[in-house]
């Protein structure tokens, strides 16, 4: 997809099987984000629907650290804790964003085996109403955990998880020609006849067929 030699901004709607609400059919993760900052009250919209995910006991044991280009020393060390693959693009995001959880219970101190998915559910809830806003995140696995440790003092009981990059959609152009490439990928899943089970693991139920 070429416009004058340059690459156009992809449509990447997720075609799906059967009929998905909106926010979830238009989420996709762009590694180019416009050069154009977010507005604070949308951020705090952000992190209000993480606010309000659901979570084992009700602990919420996600926690968020920020930074926007607004603040370009908060935001180098932000940036300077994600791998060197995730660094080349996400710095075009005008948002990042560290998402940790807290292993244990503040109730009794006992592990929290289910933290790391609560805190996956706080930030698709934040991920859904990004959307709504008309603004995109990254997520990524590839971060620097002991430069994290280092430069923002983590209590143990925490442990980071994922960073995200946030922003308004952008130019594939911005990037270096192989990820602008990579923005234009067809988007594929695993059907559901291998993902939802009946009676026998691996075996689809009935209504997954
Ligand atoms: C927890 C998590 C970690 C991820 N880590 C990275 C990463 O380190 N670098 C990257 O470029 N993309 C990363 N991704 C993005 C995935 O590759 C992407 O979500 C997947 O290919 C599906 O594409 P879609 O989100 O556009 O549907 C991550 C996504 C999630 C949810």
């Not at 952000?46 to 650290?65: G, M, V």
């Not at 280009?69 to 060390?77: F, I, Q, S, T, V």
């Not at 998915?117 to 603004?135: I, K, N, P």
Request: aromatic content about 10%; proline content about 7%; some cysteine.
């Amino acid at each position: 997809m070429s416009n004058n030699g340059r690459l156009a901004v992809p449509d990447k709607r997720a075609v799906t099987d059967h009929d998905i609400i909106d926010v979830l059919a238009e989420r996709w993760s762009p590694r180019a984000f416009a050069d154009r900052p977010v507005e604070p009250e949308k951020l705090r919209q952000l992190f209000e629907a993480a606010r309000w995910a659901a979570s084992s006991y009700n602990e919420q044991p996600w926690r968020y650290l920020v930074a926007t280009k607004d603040d370009p020393e908060a935001y180098d060390r932000l940036l300077n804790c994600l791998g060197t693959f995730n660094q080349q693009w996400a710095q075009t995001a005008p948002v990042l964003m560290l998402g940790f959880y807290k292993t244990t219970f503040s109730r009794n101190g006992k592990p929290n085996r289910c933290a790391p998915h609560d805190l996956g559910a706080a930030s698709a809830q934040l991920t859904a109403q990004a959307t709504a806003l008309d603004l995109y995140v990254h997520q990524m696995a590839g971060i620097e955990m002991d430069t994290i440790r280092d430069t923002y003092d983590v209590p143990d009981d925490f442990e980071p998880m994922a960073a995200l990059a946030v922003g308004y959609l952008g130019d594939p152009d911005v990037l270096p020609e192989k990820l602008a490439k990579r923005e234009q990928a067809e988007r594929t899943r695993r059907p559901l006849d291998e993902t939802v089970f009946g009676d026998d693991w691996g075996e689809a139920a009935p209504l997954a067929r």
